[in-house]
Every structure is written in structure tokens, then in C-alpha cells.
């Protein structure tokens, strides 16, 4: 009876043994041998919780080596781990957990009283159990049957034989909703494994790379773009809790790391920190960037010694396009990887010629290697997948040699007198300034009723700066239609638990009294 998942530890614990597989920062760590043991005494404990095949397992947790040894319990077993953003709380937190069907949840004892809060919502869920970093935390007296995790460690290590197969679905993982209820993505084992291999072929991987993340592991970066490619190499993953700028090259050189990935501001972040010693003789050889702004690219390459590579993907497709390592066109996300067919479609999914703007759909030419759909939204997963093809959601166009070019949220796009505007272009330019920390452009009704450009900007910590100044800066940097009228200064945007920015809150605030208008304040745009 095959077991995908299974053979894939036991081939490691074979072929690697005393080899280390994962590490924790400098704190703990454990080899591949390790690995598979370990994870069949955590699946022997969560059997006998009820975790069986199809059952969801959710896991409350911070990064850490716990979380990922939870994650592959699980899927041993055929098992979905469903991974919590840890900002969530209150009704966020409740309807995951019921949503999800989960019966059996592991949680940090430092988030175990967001849990009491929500208690009597959760109706299906049965036992807890509660992880500590410290040791044996104690139990409080809940409606659940409470477990403390290390004694999850003392099982034997034989286990039930399972079928798990590459439809079998192994994460579900929850997308934020900026206008609705988040969206639970089924993904099965072949999407994930996809992922992992792709991304090995694409970064030039071997077996003595350092995967580095301090990405969380509730969303799929860090998972099958980190600590799956390093485990299906045979490699070692070094996980940190969270990003840090000020600490990341120390970080870099304590783990030896050879390749990291970078999502959204992450890489400006890094470089807009003072130079520091451990930059300097860094070990890593390749970054993965999801994206990386063209205006610092080459800089980021050369300042860190480094190779830079930028792709693109969802939660829903892995990554579906790579730029290629010898032929990469900076500002581009690259072109489709050897699974998925990439397209631009029009409003009535009709494929546009090149260097024109749509939406950006795919479809893959694997079985199993896209998402299963969104758990119990069937309307939705008819949505998206119309016509054969998944539906982005992201404006984008593609060029006569088939590098994609990401523009948009296809919502977010702004029309301004017969203009279409890049919320995510501005967005780009506002973000070079040295005093802006976070900003998000969106449309506001004018007096006329027509659309004109507004950011909200939030400025660096300690520092101050006006709308004048961000007029000036913008001015010479983008087409005189995309300037925005309205500027709001504000000490933080509205966000989803995943760090979204509600941008229909925004829109529906509009012009507040305290937003700056340019032509009520006479300032001059000229062609």
C-alpha cells in the first residue's frame, strides 16, 4: 500500500541518517534519522487522538521544530494539517478552527487564552493540545480533553498502514478574505511536491545547501519552498522564528544558509539597512524573490553576492512561473515553468495577444498539481476555475517571449480618465522614498464621480513627512495621470490576520477631512 509521504522520510532516514535535516536557530535540531522516528511516535499519539486518514490537524504554533514534525505526523498518517496565522483571534480564530472540521488542535501555551476566549464556539474540535518552548506547561481545565505535547513523544513508532497518493489532500491552508470569509485551499501532496521539485531544479539545488526561512509556516513559502525541497534534496533546513532586518546576516552566517527566499517588502527591508559585518562574507549563493523591485535588483545581486531569482505563484498553484537562471528579464516574474500553461485572458476569457493587460490565468498539465479547490465553498471553486483554467485574480501581461509581467489585483486596478492606473506601480514608487515604511493606492470618487488615485501612507517609525514632499518625490517618477490627487498620512493600514491590506476599507472611507487634495492645495502637475 503506497505512502508517498512516508517513503519520502524513510528514503532520508536510508540514504542520510546521521545527516542533519532540520534546525531550529542554534537552539535544536534533529537528523534524518531523527526525523523519521520521531514524526512516527507524534503520528502513533495523534492516531489515538482520532487523527486518521482525511482528518484535519490544527496546529496554533509559532515557527519552531514542533510545528514541522506536527505538520509531517500528520501526513504520515494521510492526515490535512491545517496551519493558524498567528494573528488571528476572536471570531477570526473560531471559524478556522470550525470551518476547517479540525477535532484535534496543537497551540503555543502563550496563545492558549485566545483559545479560552473562543471556547464555547468550537464545537467540533476534542482535544488540545498545548506546547510549550519552556517545558511542561500546565494544563487548564477546558471542554476539550487537554494533552501536554511532549507526551506525544512517547508512543512507539509503528503505525497503521495508510494509502496516501498524490491526489490525497495534505494542508489546507487559509487565504485571506479582504471582502469575505478566508478561503480554505485543499492542497494535495502532488502540488506540494511540484513545488518542491520545481523549485530544486530552477535555484540549482544540491545536496549541500542550506535552506534558510524565517518565513512563517502558516502560509507555503516557508513550507514547500523551504523545508520541502530541503527534506526531497536530502539537504539541511534552518528555520528562525520571524524576519528580522537589523538581525537577518547574522542569522545568514550563524546557519551557514546558502539560500533564502524573499516575499513582498522583505528584500527593500533588507537593503535599506546599514551595511553590517556579516553581509560582507555571507555564504548564501541564490535568492528567491517573490518580487523584487526592479530599481534595486542589480544592487541587491552585487551589494550581497548573490544571485537573484523571481517567480511568481499562489497558495492555489505553487509557484507557476521562475525567471530562468541564465536569461533572467528584470522586472518580469520570468516564464511558466515546465508544469503549468500561463495565460492572459480578457473579461470573457478569451486569450489576449502579447503586451496587452488581462487577468492571468493557469492551468497545469500534471494531475493533482493545483489546488483541490476551497473547502466547502464549491461556488467559489467554480468560480476560479472557469473554463478549464484558474482564475488569478492578478492583472498582469505576458511579452512576445513569454515573460509575465505582474501589474495588479484586477480589483485594485485604477481607471482614471480613460487611463488604466497600477495601484501596485504607485504603490512601488511611494515605497522608495526614504520616510515611507507602508502605503496602498486605491480609487476615490471625485466631486466629479469619477475616479482619481489616493494613497494612505504610513511613515517610518520616528520619522515625518508630507504631502508636498510625496508629491515631489512621485512627480518625476511616474506619468503625470498616475500622480495621485489625494494623500492620506496615517499610523498604520487596515489588514487581514495575514497581513493584507484591506484596500475596500479604503475605498469606502474615501476622502476623509483629513485627506490632502493637490488641486485644492494648488499643487501643479504638469505633462
Not at 482528518?55 to 496551519?83: C, D, H
Not at 518565513?215 to 534552518?238: D, E, R, T, W, Y
Not at 466631486?447 to 515631489?472: C, I, N, R, Y
Request: hydrophobic share 40%; proline share 7%.
Amino acid at each position: 500500500m503506497p505512502n508517498i509521504i512516508r517513503s519520502i522520510f524513510e528514503e532520508g532516514a536510508k540514504n542520510y541518517g546521521d545527516k542533519p535535516a532540520l534546525s531550529f536557530e542554534n537552539k535544536k535540531s534533529v537528523t534524518y534519522r531523527e526525523l523519521d522516528d520521531i514524526t512516527n511516535r507524534l503520528a502513533h499519539s495523534l492516531y489515538e487522538l482520532g487523527i486518521k486518514k482525511g482528518e484535519k490537524l490544527a496546529m496554533f504554533m509559532p515557527n519552531s521544530l514542533e510545528i514541522v514534525l506536527s505538520w509531517f505526523a500528520a501526513n504520515k498518517l494521510g492526515a490535512i494539517e491545517v496551519p493558524i496565522n498567528l494573528a488571528n483571534r476572536g471570531d477570526f480564530l473560531s471559524y478556522i478552527i470550525n470551518n476547517s472540521d479540525s477535532t484535534v488542535l496543537i497551540v503555543d501555551e502563550k496563545l492558549l487564552d485566545r483559545v479560552q476566549f473562543v471556547e464555547k464556539d468550537l464545537g467540533q474540535l476534542k482535544h488540545v493540545v498545548v506546547w510549550s518552548e519552556t517545558g511542561r506547561p500546565s494544563l487548564p481545565s477546558m471542554k476539550f480533553e487537554m494533552h501536554n505535547f511532549d507526551d506525544l513523544y512517547k508512543s512507539p513508532p509503528d503505525l497503521p498502514e495508510v494509502e496516501v497518493k498524490k491526489g490525497d489532500p495534505a494542508a489546507m491552508i487559509y487565504t485571506s478574505g479582504t471582502t469575505g470569509p478566508s478561503k480554505g485551499v485543499l492542497a494535495p501532496w502532488g502540488e506540494a511536491m511540484m513545488a518542491a521539485r520545481e523549485y530544486l531544479e530552477v535555484m540549482r539545488c544540491t545536496p549541500d545547501d542550506v535552506f534558510f526561512t524565517c518565513l512563517p509556516l502558516f502560509h507555503g513559502n516557508a513550507q514547500l519552498l523551504c523545508v520541502m525541497p530541503a527534506i526531497m534534496m536530502g539537504s539541511k533546513a534552518v528555520i528562525y522564528e520571524r524576519f528580522s532586518a537589523g538581525q537577518f546576516w547574522k542569522q545568514i552566517k550563524d546557519s551557514q544558509a546558502t539560500i533564502f527566499n524573499s516575499l513582498g517588502a522583505m528584500a527593500p527591508f533588507l537593503y535599506n539597512q546599514p551595511e553590517c559585518p556579516e553581509e560582507k562574507d555571507n555564504t548564501v549563493r541564490a535568492c528567491m524573490a517573490a518580487p523584487m523591485p526592479a530599481n534595486i535588483f542589480k544592487q541587491f545581486e552585487e551589494r550581497y553576492q548573490l544571485k537573484v531569482i523571481e517567480g511568481y505563484g499562489l497558495t492555489e498553484t505553487g509557484m507557476i512561473t521562475y525567471n530562468p537562471w541564465d536569461a533572467p528579464v528584470i522586472g518580469s516574474c520570468g516564464k511558466a515553468t515546465p508544469n503549468y500553461e500561463v495565460k492572459i485572458f480578457d473579461e470573457e476569457d478569451n486569450e489576449l495577444p502579447p503586451n496587452t493587460l488581462g487577468e492571468i490565468v493557469v492551468r497545469s498539465k500534471e494531475p493533482y498539481t493545483m489546488c483541490l479547490g476551497y473547502y466547502k465553498m464549491p461556488e467559489k471553486t467554480v468560480e476560479v476555475f472557469r473554463n478549464f483554467y484558474f482564475h488569478t485574480g492578478d492583472a498582469g501581461v505576458m511579452d512576445e517571449n513569454g515573460y509575465l509581467y505582474f501589474r495588479d489585483r484586477v480589483k485594485d486596478y485604477i481607471r482614471r480618465r480613460g487611463e488604466n492606473i497600477s495601484s501596485f506601480e504607485v504603490e512601488r514608487v511611494f515605497l522608495g522614498h526614504p520616510a515611507v515604511a507602508e502605503c496602498a493606492a486605491v480609487a476615490a470618487r471625485s466631486e466629479f464621480s469619477e475616479d482619481e488615485v489616493m494613497v494612505v501612507v504610513v511613515p517610518k517609525a520616528g520619522q515625518t513627512v508630507t504631502p508636498k514632499e510625496l508629491m515631489d518625490w512621485c512627480v518625476p517618477r511616474m506619468p503625470y495621470f498616475a500622480v495621485p490627487r489625494y494623500v492620506r498620512i496615517q499610523p498604520e493600514l487596515p489588514k487581514t490576520p495575514n497581513e493584507k491590506v484591506q484596500k475596500n476599507i479604503l475605498r469606502e472611507q474615501g476622502v476623509t477631512p483629513e485627506t490632502w487634495d493637490r488641486e485644492k492645495a494648488g499643487y501643479k502637475v504638469t505633462r
